[in-house]
């Protein structure tokens, strides 16, 4: 049990104790009621102060809630005790316990967690650009204004070398951030890393002047609807809408970071001639088409993410797939969300088809599940295990350093030949 954990436990269990002591009549006697708000508080206080627990904003919502509970309980030594009516003592009670465990929810969903540490000889830095480009409107803005995307850099610090270049697309509904303990290792190891936020895309993006845009609820709602099973037509038709927007968002951004490796910037460390991509879920499906499309690209990792870039139609309710073997090397890696349904679900009819095939590297994590190959497994497993939809027994810490290692081998191998 972790401490946030143990903490809402105690606040309940406090909660409980009032209620029967009023039910028995004792917080009519020495104002018992208002000591314990007031003592809670100074406890919770306490533990704050001593770092037994971390203050962050995960806390924020449960000390201004404690603090309400003291005051109010506080005017308590002011009045007259009343005859306690049963009902309303257990409807206040419950509601009392309601919102606590709402205003500690945070702290639930979000624990304290300790990061992976990068495992290589580089000192990590990191930072983030806001670029434009002129050549395409944004679809999701509603002035159809140039598309803007914001972009994080993970690179070795202090140093003046060249590096391959890795770039990261998120998951359908993820942020830049989503895989930022494979930025760390990989950038330690000597990789200049990009991450995009897909504006529109991603959950919600910051750009340079702090302006923050939420994700597009047209888009979202695509996503809730499209079921390739019952409707493919459907599906491909969304299939190229997302790739559309998310290829030509990677293809600018490596062509950015390329024009830009002469300045006096994080991208003076690129390596033109070596370049790789990554990306989780639709990310993935992103720089698989990527891949197949430019002919500098070096390897692609796709973490369980279908072929979507390469359906070319719909055929008596079949997809009918780019014959073309793929071009690169390239790593797949699934989870049990995903491995076991390779064979039913059509969009992952081109990734069941690799299975055998010696030019794809394909790897199976068992006991885990699809947001496991994000951090999300380590900054809410609570989340992770909702959104997952199915329990997971695999140990988060131990996937993302073996997804960690997949990812730095694979690179290494394919991008510096070692």
């Known amino acids: 049990m972790n401490v946030a954990t ?28 208002p000591l314990v708000r007031i003592g809670t ?9 001593t770092g037994v ?10 000390g201004v809630w404690l603090l309400v509970l003291a005051a109010w309980g506080s005017r308590l030594f002011f009045r007259e005790t009343k005859p306690v009516r049963i009902g309303r003592m257990v409807a206040a009670g419950l509601g009392v316990a ?26 990590v830095e990191t930072d ?13 803005s509603k002035g159809r204004q140039p598309r803007e995307l914001t972009v994080g850099l993970w690179y070795p610090a202090g140093v003046v070398d060249r590096f391959p270049m890795v770039v990261f697309s998120h ?35 910051t ?55 002469t300045a006096d910037s994080a991208y003076r460390l690129v390596d033109a001639e070596r370049i790789g991509l990554v990306g989780h879920s639709l990310g993935g499906s992103a720089v698989l088409g990527v891949g197949r499309i430019r002919d500098d690209v070096d390897a692609v990792i796709a973490l369980e993410s279908p072929y979507m870039a390469d359906i070319e139609g719909v055929t008596n309710g079949r997809f009918v797939w780019n014959p073309d073997p793929y071009p690169v090397p390239v790593l797949n890696v699934y989870t049990d969300s995903a491995w076991e349904h390779l064979a039913e679900w059509p969009q992952y009819a081109r990734n069941y088809e690799l299975l055998g095939d010696p030019s794809a590297v394909n790897v ?44 730095l081998d694979f690179f290494d191998t394919h991008l510096k030949g070692q």
């Open 364 to 407: 199976h994590i068992s006991n885990v599940g699809h947001l496991h190959l994000t951090d999300l497994s380590l900054t809410s497993p609570f989340l992770t295990r909702v959104l997952n939809g199915h329990p997971s027994a695999g140990d988060a810490t131990e996937t993302l350093e073996r997804i960690n290692g997949l990812a």
């Open 171 to 205: 998951g359908s509904l993820g942020i830049r951030n989503s895989n930022e303990s494979m930025f760390n290792e990989l950038a330690s190891h000597g990789y200049v890393v990009a991450s995009i936020d897909h504006t529109g895309h991603a959950l919600f993006t």
């Open 207 to 261: 750009d340079s002047s702090g302006h923050r845009t939420w994700i597009d609820f047209g888009y979202m709602g695509e996503i809730r609807q499209e079921e390739a099973r019952s409707d493919p037509e459907q599906s491909h038709e969304y299939y190229e809408q997302w790739m559309a927007v998310r290829m030509a968002d990677i293809a600018f951004v490596v062509d950015h970071m390329l024009e830009e490796s």
């Open 128 to 140: 983030s650009h806001t670029i434009i480009d002129p050549t395409r409107q944004d679809p999701y």
């Open 6 to 33: 143990a903490l809402v436990v105690a606040l309940l269990a406090v909660e409980a104790m009032l209620a029967v002591a009023t039910a028995a009549g004792w917080t009519d006697r020495g104002s018992i009621r």
């Open 41 to 49: 508080l100074v406890v919770f206080a306490l533990l704050a102060v």
């Open 53 to 62: 627990i971390e203050w962050s904003a995960r806390y924020y919502a449960l």
């Open 98 to 123: 309601l919102l606590t465990f709402l205003a500690a929810s945070p702290a639930l969903i979000f624990p304290v967690y300790t990061p992976l540490t990068p495992t290589g000889e580089f000192s």
